[in-house]
């Protein structure tokens, strides 16, 4: 038996990126659905879960599965057909011998004999776990099934071979509780269990594609706006500037990080990062902004304003800025971005399990609820949408986790070749508007969205059974 434990890491700015001449690459667009999941309390719906999804087809004849493109992980993970789970049992399973171009392997690409015993893996993200076993498999991407396992069909689908996870078992968390079936990891090959288990590895070497290069919109869709992935470079229709480059910190650890140099609420810098060891993962899997363990009180109270008297809506709050301050550029956010929708008061608890290591003891360690920062008789306060993130060196101690906060502000493209990661306005209608400095009220607003993280945290192999 083997055990190895994949741990998770964060990049530094460059500027660069001439937008003309990349005006001219045309990617392949995965068209994103935003799911909210409302979560209830005592009858009433006081939150709610978000994930971006899109559509993949795996073997031969193609079965159709909906997964999360996450930059936070390495592994297309699947529900096998054999899983019991409940999570498993209603979502659609992945059929190993309905596929014509299904081979079973172990991790080290071997074939299973029909005597032998396969590998499995346990893989843990900040939110839940799987335990999987593995298939040599096609894995098309594409919202209609392709006709055929090759790229053949133009601007619809992209194919490759690759190894991918059959899950045995998904925790109810959060798996449960959305209906995308499985993920697709995106991070860098040194982050999946071998490069075999990397899709972008296995596209950018097998195809032709414009620029070994994808990239996100994601926005909140409250006003039509469809977000969406880019394969083979970006699209220009969705940034409003050029993007400007960030290398990759340490890209032997598979993590899409980049170095923070600086952290600023209202202008102020906080002492976290002067002395230098600050970086940020950007990872779409993420629904809040985390912050190292050791600043998350200070960082959200500086962020926390008293509710004004008919306020519907936090993002319209009086709210300090927030800069977080790269190499070449300055991220910046603003209420808009950053904050619970709606004001709570001291009957509402909001609680987070944030992020930890897991122990050598255990594979993941499980979710410490932590209290509500009080809140006086009376007063409603607007609250950022934070975590605590508690991840000892290399990867921590002063870890930053970028997730929908930043990513609905800023389109952000991945450079598997170049080794490095864009960050432009994202061409929104609400960056529109605070561009143009339109005091719009924003409507009605959606449910708070709670804490969620498919950052991959840990990978074990498990005996063969």
């Known amino acids: 038996m083997c055990s190895i434990f994949a741990f998770l890491y964060l990049c530094r700015l460059t500027s660069a990126g001439d937008l003309s001449s990349q005006s001219q690459v045309q990617p392949h667009i995965v068209p994103l659905r935003r799911e909210a999941v409302p979560v209830q309390r005592k009858g009433q719906v006081v939150s709610s879960k978000t994930s971006y999804s899109g559509i993949i087809h795996v073997g031969s004849p ?10 936070g992980s390495a592994h297309v993970v699947l529900p096998a057909a054999t899983c019991r789970s409940k999570s498993c049992l209603q979502h659609r399973r992945y059929n190993a011998s309905w596929s014509s171009t299904s081979t079973l392997v172990n991790a080290d690409g071997s074939v299973v004999q029909d005597d032998e015993l396969c590998d499995q893996v346990t893989i843990g993200f900040g939110t839940g776990e799987i335990t999987g076993e593995f298939a040599k498999e096609v894995v098309c991407l594409g919202g209609q099934a392709p006709q055929s396992n090759r790229s053949t069909d133009g601007a619809k689908h992209l194919c490759s071979g690759m190894h991918v996870v059959q899950a045995v078992e998904m925790t109810d968390q959060p798996f449960r509780a959305f209906e995308f079936d499985g993920i697709m990891g995106l991070g860098l090959a040194q982050l999946a ?6 899709f972008f590895e296995h596209l950018s070497a097998s195809q032709a594609l414009p620029a070994a290069q994808f990239a996100f919109y994601l926005t909140d869709g409250e006003q039509g706006e469809q977000s969406e992935l880019a394969i083979g470079g970006h699209n220009p229709e969705r940034v409003q500037e050029a993007l400007k480059w ?9 993590y899409w990080q980049v170095e923070i140099l600086a952290v600023r609420v209202g202008g102020q810098e906080l002492p976290i990062c002067q002395d230098g060891g ?10 809040h902004l ?9 960082f959200a109270q500086l962020l926390t304003v008293a509710s004004s008297d008919g306020q519907a809506d936090c993002r319209e ?6 800069e977080i301050q790269l190499a070449g550029q300055t991220l910046t956010l603003g209420p808009e971005h950053y904050m619970r929708p709606l004001p709570l008061d001291k009957s509402v608890t909001v609680s987070g399990a944030g992020v930890q290591l897991p122990s050598s003891e255990q594979q993941v360690t499980k979710p410490t609820l932590r209290p509500a920062s009080s809140v006086a008789d009376g007063v409603r306060q607007c609250r950022p949408r934070t975590m605590p993130v508690s991840l000892p060196a290399p990867l921590g101690p002063k870890l930053f986790i970028l997730g ?4 609905h502000r800023y389109y952000t493209a991945f450079d598997w070749k170049a080794k490095q990661v864009g960050f432009a306005l994202a061409n929104t209608r609400r960056n529109a508007r605070i ?13 708070e969205t709670v804490e969620y993280l498919l950052l991959q945290q840990s990978t074990q192999h498990l005996p063969k059974k």
Do not use: M, N
């Not at 985390?290 to 009180?297: K, L, R």
């Not at 561009?435 to 449910?447: N, T």
């Open 278 to 287: 600050c970086r940020g993962i950007v990872d779409t899997g993420a629904s």
């Open 246 to 254: 960030s290398p990759i910190a340490r890209p032997e650890l598979g």
């Open 62 to 71: 193609p079965q159709e599965f909906r997964v999360v493109f996450d930059t």
């Open 404 to 407: 929908e906060p930043v990513l």
């Open 317 to 322: 709050a009086d709210a300090p800025l927030l």
């Open 193 to 198: 269990l071998a490069h075999e288990f990397s």
């Open 435 to 447: 561009a143009g400095q339109q005091a719009e009220r924003l409507g009605h607003p959606p449910a």
């Open 290 to 298: 985390g912050v190292p363990t050791s600043s998350e009180q200070e």
